[in-house]
Protein backbone atom coordinates (compact mmCIF):
# COMPACT_ATOMS: atom_id res chain seq x y z
CA UNK A 1 0.00 0.00 0.00
CA UNK A 2 1.18 3.07 -0.93
CA UNK A 3 2.61 4.99 2.01
CA UNK A 4 1.30 8.55 2.69
CA UNK A 5 3.66 11.36 2.67
CA UNK A 6 4.87 13.18 6.34
CA UNK A 7 2.73 16.25 7.32
CA UNK A 8 4.77 19.46 7.20
CA UNK A 9 2.23 21.65 9.14
CA UNK A 10 1.98 25.07 8.39
CA UNK A 11 4.38 27.72 10.00
CA UNK A 12 3.50 29.86 12.98
CA UNK A 13 3.56 32.88 10.99
CA UNK A 14 2.19 31.77 7.77
CA UNK A 15 -0.98 30.64 10.19
CA UNK A 16 -1.01 33.71 12.01
CA UNK A 17 -1.04 35.72 8.57
CA UNK A 18 -3.84 33.94 7.35
CA UNK A 19 -6.38 33.99 10.16
CA UNK A 20 -5.40 37.23 11.04
CA UNK A 21 -6.44 37.97 7.33
CA UNK A 22 -9.89 36.72 8.24
CA UNK A 23 -10.37 39.26 11.28
CA UNK A 24 -13.47 40.90 9.37
CA UNK A 25 -14.96 37.75 8.69
CA UNK A 26 -18.66 36.93 11.06
CA UNK A 27 -17.54 33.34 11.81
CA UNK A 28 -14.36 32.07 13.73
CA UNK A 29 -11.51 30.79 11.61
CA UNK A 30 -8.32 29.05 13.34
CA UNK A 31 -5.36 26.86 12.13
CA UNK A 32 -4.11 23.76 13.81
CA UNK A 33 -1.44 21.92 13.45
CA UNK A 34 -1.73 17.84 12.74
CA UNK A 35 -1.03 17.81 16.37
CA UNK A 36 -4.26 19.85 17.31
CA UNK A 37 -1.75 22.61 18.96
CA UNK A 38 -3.42 26.48 17.30
CA UNK A 39 -1.55 28.37 14.70
CA UNK A 40 -3.45 30.85 13.89
CA UNK A 41 -6.72 32.48 15.27
CA UNK A 42 -8.87 35.57 13.57
CA UNK A 43 -10.65 38.17 15.87
CA UNK A 44 -14.18 36.25 16.14
CA UNK A 45 -13.04 33.09 17.12
CA UNK A 46 -10.78 34.38 19.46
CA UNK A 47 -13.82 36.48 21.36
CA UNK A 48 -15.97 32.92 21.37
CA UNK A 49 -13.27 30.90 22.84
CA UNK A 50 -13.21 34.31 25.09
CA UNK A 51 -9.19 34.86 25.11
CA UNK A 52 -7.00 37.08 23.60
CA UNK A 53 -5.11 35.70 20.07
CA UNK A 54 -1.92 35.89 21.24
CA UNK A 55 -2.85 33.88 24.36
CA UNK A 56 -4.38 31.02 22.68
CA UNK A 57 -1.37 30.78 19.81
CA UNK A 58 0.48 27.04 20.63
CA UNK A 59 -2.54 25.83 22.97
CA UNK A 60 -4.03 22.39 22.46
CA UNK A 61 -7.46 23.36 21.13
CA UNK A 62 -9.26 19.51 22.37
CA UNK A 63 -8.26 20.83 25.77
CA UNK A 64 -9.61 24.39 25.35
CA UNK A 65 -12.77 23.26 23.34
CA UNK A 66 -13.12 20.41 25.75
CA UNK A 67 -13.40 22.94 28.88
CA UNK A 68 -15.78 25.48 27.31
CA UNK A 69 -18.23 23.18 25.58
CA UNK A 70 -18.28 20.58 28.86
CA UNK A 71 -17.09 17.54 26.58
CA UNK A 72 -14.63 14.81 26.78
CA UNK A 73 -11.43 16.19 24.91
CA UNK A 74 -10.68 12.56 23.97
CA UNK A 75 -13.67 12.90 21.47
CA UNK A 76 -12.20 15.95 20.10
CA UNK A 77 -9.69 14.57 19.21
CA UNK A 78 -10.56 11.66 17.39
CA UNK A 79 -12.55 14.08 15.58
CA UNK A 80 -9.47 15.48 14.66
CA UNK A 81 -7.84 12.67 13.90
CA UNK A 82 -10.12 11.27 11.63
CA UNK A 83 -10.08 14.26 9.40
CA UNK A 84 -6.55 13.94 9.41
CA UNK A 85 -6.40 10.99 8.43
CA UNK A 86 -9.02 10.81 5.92
CA UNK A 87 -8.90 14.91 4.72
CA UNK A 88 -12.49 14.37 4.32
CA UNK A 89 -14.30 17.43 6.21
CA UNK A 90 -15.84 16.88 9.52
CA UNK A 91 -19.82 17.43 9.30
CA UNK A 92 -21.43 20.40 11.36
CA UNK A 93 -21.93 19.71 14.93
CA UNK A 94 -24.01 22.53 17.25
CA UNK A 95 -22.88 22.90 20.55
CA UNK A 96 -22.73 25.48 23.29
CA UNK A 97 -19.84 27.35 24.70
CA UNK A 98 -19.80 27.91 28.40
CA UNK A 99 -19.22 31.83 29.17
CA UNK A 100 -18.93 32.14 33.29
CA UNK A 101 -21.06 30.59 35.65
CA UNK A 102 -24.28 30.23 34.23
CA UNK A 103 -23.76 31.94 30.33
CA UNK A 104 -23.73 29.72 27.12
CA UNK A 105 -23.45 30.66 23.62
CA UNK A 106 -24.55 27.90 21.05
CA UNK A 107 -21.97 27.50 18.42
CA UNK A 108 -21.49 25.75 15.33
CA UNK A 109 -18.34 23.98 14.42
CA UNK A 110 -16.22 21.82 11.42
CA UNK A 111 -13.04 20.79 10.56
CA UNK A 112 -11.15 19.97 7.54
CA UNK A 113 -7.85 19.59 6.22
CA UNK A 114 -5.87 22.30 4.07
CA UNK A 115 -2.94 21.69 2.07
CA UNK A 116 -0.78 24.67 2.19
CA UNK A 117 2.69 25.53 0.91
CA UNK A 118 3.55 21.82 0.90
CA UNK A 119 2.21 21.51 4.65
CA UNK A 120 -0.79 19.58 5.81
CA UNK A 121 -2.98 21.82 8.56
CA UNK A 122 -6.66 22.06 9.93
CA UNK A 123 -8.82 24.38 9.59
CA UNK A 124 -11.51 24.93 12.12
CA UNK A 125 -14.70 27.33 11.56
CA UNK A 126 -16.96 28.63 14.13
CA UNK A 127 -20.03 30.24 13.74
CA UNK A 128 -22.20 31.66 16.88
CA UNK A 129 -25.60 30.70 16.47
CA UNK A 130 -26.89 33.43 19.56
CA UNK A 131 -28.67 35.68 16.72
CA UNK A 132 -30.80 32.75 14.76
CA UNK A 133 -31.67 31.22 18.91
CA UNK A 134 -32.89 34.47 19.62
CA UNK A 135 -35.00 34.91 16.04
CA UNK A 136 -36.39 31.10 17.00
CA UNK A 137 -37.16 32.09 20.52
CA UNK A 138 -39.00 35.47 19.17
CA UNK A 139 -40.94 33.49 16.86
CA UNK A 140 -41.85 31.26 19.45
CA UNK A 141 -43.15 33.56 21.63
CA UNK A 142 -45.18 35.29 18.96
CA UNK A 143 -46.56 32.38 17.41
CA UNK A 144 -47.88 31.36 21.50
CA UNK A 145 -49.88 35.06 21.36
CA UNK A 146 -51.11 34.49 17.85
CA UNK A 147 -52.18 30.67 18.67
CA UNK A 148 -54.35 32.46 21.82
CA UNK A 149 -55.83 35.33 20.53
CA UNK A 150 -58.89 36.01 18.90
CA UNK A 151 -58.11 37.89 15.96
CA UNK A 152 -56.76 36.13 12.52
CA UNK A 153 -52.98 36.34 12.16
CA UNK A 154 -50.68 34.50 9.08
CA UNK A 155 -47.32 34.43 7.75
CA UNK A 156 -46.41 34.84 4.20
CA UNK A 157 -43.66 34.05 2.02
CA UNK A 158 -42.24 36.73 -0.17
CA UNK A 159 -44.48 35.99 -3.22
CA UNK A 160 -47.89 36.02 -0.87
CA UNK A 161 -48.49 32.22 -0.27
CA UNK A 162 -49.38 31.54 2.87
CA UNK A 163 -47.11 30.11 5.51
CA UNK A 164 -49.02 30.20 8.93
CA UNK A 165 -52.61 30.99 9.83
CA UNK A 166 -53.31 30.88 13.52
CA UNK A 167 -56.30 29.27 15.05
CA UNK A 168 -58.56 32.16 14.31
CA UNK A 169 -57.44 32.51 10.77
CA UNK A 170 -58.12 28.86 9.91
CA UNK A 171 -61.86 29.71 11.27
CA UNK A 172 -62.35 32.08 9.16
CA UNK A 173 -60.89 30.35 6.01
CA UNK A 174 -63.47 27.70 6.78
CA UNK A 175 -66.16 29.90 6.99
CA UNK A 176 -65.70 32.76 4.12
CA UNK A 177 -63.77 29.83 1.69
CA UNK A 178 -61.42 31.50 -1.54
CA UNK A 179 -61.99 33.39 -4.34
CA UNK A 180 -61.94 32.00 -8.01
CA UNK A 181 -58.07 33.50 -7.88
CA UNK A 182 -57.46 31.30 -5.16
CA UNK A 183 -56.67 33.51 -2.50
CA UNK A 184 -58.66 33.60 0.60
CA UNK A 185 -62.01 36.12 0.26
CA UNK A 186 -60.71 37.32 3.93
CA UNK A 187 -57.76 38.87 2.30
CA UNK A 188 -57.22 41.97 0.39
CA UNK A 189 -57.23 41.48 -3.16
CA UNK A 190 -53.98 43.22 -3.93
CA UNK A 191 -52.07 40.84 -1.09
CA UNK A 192 -49.21 39.82 -3.79
CA UNK A 193 -48.30 43.22 -4.52
CA UNK A 194 -48.76 44.64 -0.73
CA UNK A 195 -46.17 41.82 0.29
CA UNK A 196 -43.94 42.91 -2.36
CA UNK A 197 -44.16 46.68 -1.69
CA UNK A 198 -44.05 45.51 2.20
CA UNK A 199 -40.63 43.76 1.78
CA UNK A 200 -38.92 46.67 -0.80
CA UNK A 201 -39.99 49.26 1.28
CA UNK A 202 -39.42 47.39 5.19
CA UNK A 203 -42.40 49.59 6.16
CA UNK A 204 -45.36 48.38 7.83
CA UNK A 205 -48.46 48.84 5.79
CA UNK A 206 -51.78 49.82 8.16
CA UNK A 207 -55.51 50.28 7.00
CA UNK A 208 -56.15 47.16 4.43
CA UNK A 209 -59.56 46.98 4.68
CA UNK A 210 -61.77 43.73 3.64
CA UNK A 211 -65.62 44.74 3.25
CA UNK A 212 -67.76 41.01 2.54
CA UNK A 213 -71.20 40.58 3.37
CA UNK A 214 -70.53 38.15 6.26
CA UNK A 215 -67.66 40.24 7.87
CA UNK A 216 -65.45 43.15 7.35
CA UNK A 217 -61.84 43.33 8.56
CA UNK A 218 -59.00 45.75 8.59
CA UNK A 219 -55.39 44.29 7.82
CA UNK A 220 -51.70 45.56 9.03
CA UNK A 221 -48.98 44.04 7.04
CA UNK A 222 -45.62 43.91 8.98
CA UNK A 223 -42.17 43.35 7.10
CA UNK A 224 -40.18 40.97 8.52
CA UNK A 225 -36.29 41.36 6.42
CA UNK A 226 -34.41 38.88 8.21
CA UNK A 227 -36.12 36.03 6.95
CA UNK A 228 -37.84 37.72 3.60
CA UNK A 229 -41.20 36.97 5.64
CA UNK A 230 -44.84 39.38 5.95
CA UNK A 231 -47.22 38.78 8.89
CA UNK A 232 -50.47 40.11 8.53
CA UNK A 233 -52.68 41.08 11.76
CA UNK A 234 -56.57 42.04 11.29
CA UNK A 235 -59.10 42.93 13.12
CA UNK A 236 -62.62 41.99 12.90
CA UNK A 237 -64.86 45.53 11.91
CA UNK A 238 -68.05 43.92 11.14
CA UNK A 239 -69.92 45.31 13.83
CA UNK A 240 -68.37 49.03 13.64
CA UNK A 241 -69.15 48.46 9.70
CA UNK A 242 -72.44 47.50 9.98
CA UNK A 243 -73.07 50.60 12.38
CA UNK A 244 -71.61 53.16 10.28
CA UNK A 245 -73.87 51.81 7.27
CA UNK A 246 -76.97 52.14 9.40
CA UNK A 247 -76.14 56.04 10.18
Known sequence: RKRRAPDHPLSQNTAQTFAGLLDGLSFGVMVLTDGHLILGINAEGARLLRHRPST???QS???????????????????LDHVSTSREPMPHVTTRLRHGTTGSVPVEWTCQ???????????ISLRDLSREEGLREERDRLAAIAEETPSPVIELDQYGQMLYANPAMTAWLTKLG?????????????????????????????????????????????PVLTHRLVRGYALDMTTIHEAQQEL
Open 113 to 123: AVNQDGGHSLL
Open 56 to 58: LVG
Open 178 to 222: YRADGLPRILPHDLPQLVTECLRSGNTSHGQDVFLPEASFTWTFC
Open 61 to 79: FPGIWAALTQSDAADVVRR
